[in-house]
T-cell receptor
Framework: EDKVVQSPLSLVVHEGDTVTLNCSYEVTNFRSLLWYKQEKKAPTFLFMLTSSGIEKKSGRLSSILDKKELFSILNITATQTGDSAVYLCAVPRSNYQLIWGAGTKLIIKP | DAGVTQSPTHLIKTRGQQVTLRCSPISGHKSVSWYQQVLGQGPQFIFQYYEKEERGRGNFPDRFSARQFPNYSSELNVNALLLGDSALYLC?????????????FGPGTRLLVL
């Protein structure tokens, strides 16, 4: 059965710390992995990863995919209170159905 | 450009009632997906529509139905509401890029069934 597993489920750190969020997957005919940030309501798109070993970067956020070991990590450096959110990982089962992890709830303390 | 819009933002219903949720996709997107997100869990896929045709359906009962209109907007209908239907209902529109789709989400409709 296709599945996406994220860890940890929750994480509390202080401002300025660096965090690493994990996403492992088992999905048939893998094509891509997506990271989203969810604050109060709608998930907002962060990254789409399709190739192993190529880091995607946006400001203090970066992500990389390992297709051999079937996982991805999302790094956030110099965290700020505005980074507090649930970070979701999703993998398309086909071209249209996303399989989602349960998310990592990140809390940044001032 | 306007993003995905959903209405209403919040809704309170009682068991047994029916509800209709609405979604307008980003201009140029022809595909709309619906998800149910229960507190503390990731979204669960309900439907995807593309060019007014159902392209995929998740593991939800027949009480859930949807349709897509010629302008690509969509409605999700839920009949005979149960307490367990209380959730955030997310709509996402998408376009295809490089063989896979990137989905952009609306703000969601929070449904409470009493």
């Amino acid at each position: 059965e296709d599945k996406v597993v994220q860890s940890p489920l929750s994480l509390v750190v202080h401002e300025g710390d660096t965090v690493t969020l994990n996403c492992s997957y088992e999905v048939t005919n893998f094509r891509s992995l997506l990271w989203y940030k969810q604050e109060k309501k709608a998930p907002t798109f962060l990254f789409m990863l399709t190739s192993s070993g190529i880091e995607k970067k946006s400001g203090r956020l970066s992500s990389i995919l390992d297709k051999k070991e079937l996982f991805s990590i999302l790094n956030i450096t110099a965290t700020q209170t505005g980074d507090s959110a649930v970070y979701l990982c999703a993998v398309p089962r086909s071209n249209y159905q996303l399989i989602w992890g349960a998310g990592t709830k990140l809390i940044i303390k001032p | 450009d306007a993003g995905v819009t959903q209405s209403p933002t919040h809704l309170i219903k009682t068991r047994g009632q029916q509800v209709t949720l609405r979604c307008s996709p980003i201009s140029g997107h022809k595909s709309v997906s619906w998800y149910q997100q229960v507190l503390g869990q990731g979204p669960q896929f309900i439907f995807q529509y593309y060019e007014k045709e159902e392209r995929g359906r998740g593991n939800f009962p027949d009480r859930f139905s949807a349709r897509q209109f010629p302008n690509y907007s969509s409605e999700l209908n839920v009949n005979a509401l149960l307490l367990g239907d209380s959730a955030l209902y997310l709509c996402a529109s998408s376009y295809r890029t490089g063989g896979t789709e990137t989905q952009y989400f609306g703000p969601g409709t929070r449904l409470l069934v009493l």
